[in-house]
């Protein structure tokens, strides 16, 4: 099975891919640009729903400074791996923003929250927050772009990361009916579901979820042959 892959992947996903057979190529459907960080006071609990606010965050050394004591909420074992290597406390990991933001809201009633993202992100956290009235601040680390372009090679699945690729895609290009989308959440896959029904989502946000996903529909395709 040939795979389009909406993002550059780490090594290792990459590696696991190949040895199960399937052919691949990347493209990175978004880019990420920084954003200059003025000072601004850091909460007693860090929100993370991206690997890439994650990334930033960690390159900020006025923000990493702050950090001492401090304990994390996120979203995706992927980015709960990244904070637990870089030495922060991850209390709560959740599929979703809307997942984590209701356990917030039951939980920490009275408890203050630095969020940390990027300029186009799911609105969960902020209102359910807000409807709580939880003390939030929001920290924009980054912004995304598009970086569209034109795919001429017809692939049995194309494997989506972010909502904002997939608009990226769609930018460029059409939906051919003998591709299979493949999503890493719910999120991504309400975007696609607009230009496709046929797409699978990982049933968390990891890449050995998402392999699990595109092996299971390899199964059903052979079995259907």
């Known amino acids: 099975m040939r795979l389009l892959v909406t993002k550059i992947i780490t090594h290792q996903f990459k590696d696991r891919l190949i040895q199960y ?4 190529e990347e493209y990175p459907f978004i880019k990420t640009i920084p954003i200059e960080i003025k000072e601004s006071k850091v909460n007693e609990y860090l929100i993370f729903t ?10 900020n ?7 001492d004591g401090k304990k994390c909420f996120c979203v995706g074992e992927k980015t709960k791996s990244i904070l637990e290597k870089n030495g922060l406390e991850v209390i709560k990991t959740s599929h979703n923003s809307a997942e984590l933001a209701l356990f917030i809201s039951k939980n920490y009633k009275n408890s203050h929250f630095s969020f940390f993202c990027g300029t186009q992100r799911r609105v969960e956290i902020e209102a359910v927050l807000k409807k709580a009235k939880i003390t939030l601040h929001i920290h924009e680390m ?8 034109s795919i001429k090679t ?5 494997l989506f990361f972010s909502p904002s690729a997939v608009k990226s895609y769609f930018k ?4 051919n009916s003998d591709s299979h989308g493949f999503c890493i959440g719910t999120s991504t896959a309400e ?13 968390s ?7 699990l996903s595109i092996l299971n529909y390899e199964t059903q395709q052979h079995a259907q042959k």
């Open 21 to 24: 057979g399937f052919s691949l």
């Open 50 to 59: 991206s690997q890439n606010a994650v990334k930033y965050v960690l390159n």
């Open 154 to 158: 017809q692939f049995d699945g194309i």
């Open 142 to 149: 980054y912004n995304t772009l598009s970086n569209s372009k």
């Open 172 to 175: 460029s290009n059409d939906w």
């Open 191 to 203: 975007i696609l579901k607009k230009y496709t029904k046929k797409y699978s989502i990982a049933k």
């Open 61 to 67: 050394n006025y923000l990493k400074q702050q950090f």
């Open 205 to 211: 946000p990891s890449e050995s979820q998402l392999l």
